[in-house]
């Protein structure tokens, strides 16, 4: 008697591969070029969609940025999370003392030098 049973697949039988999607593009990608290729693994799909915004200026489906901007110089930056927009909007504060306005979906809030 086998001690195997269905759930015992082989991981070669199993695509688990992500993809990615773009209405804009009307194509869809597999993340497997970054995944094997690249190696940045957990963030397959954070790197694709930057490289995505890069080449075609605009994000694939599904993908809303963090933007931060200063209210006083031109800098400011886009993030695909709100921990490092935060981290930069606190440090640009901190450092040049400009106020920075964080920006996401329909929220916004604004971090002031201290």
Not at 7 to 29: K, L, Q
């Amino acid at each position: 008697m086998s001690d195997r049973t269905d759930d015992d697949a082989r991981p070669h039988d199993i695509d688990d591969t992500p993809t990615v999607s773009c209405s804009r593009c009307d194509h869809e990608w597999s993340l497997e070029y970054e995944l094997d290729d690249l190696e940045v693994g957990n963030q397959s799909f954070e790197q694709f969609a930057l490289d995505h915004m890069r080449h075609t200026g605009h994000f694939p489906d599904g993908v809303s940025p963090w933007m931060v901007a200063c209210r006083r110089c031109p800098e400011g930056e886009r993030f695909l999370s709100e921990g490092p927009a935060r981290r930069w909007a606190e440090t640009h504060a901190r450092h040049a003392r400009h106020a920075v306005e964080i920006e996401h979906e329909d929220d916004a809030s604004v971090v002031t030098p201290e």
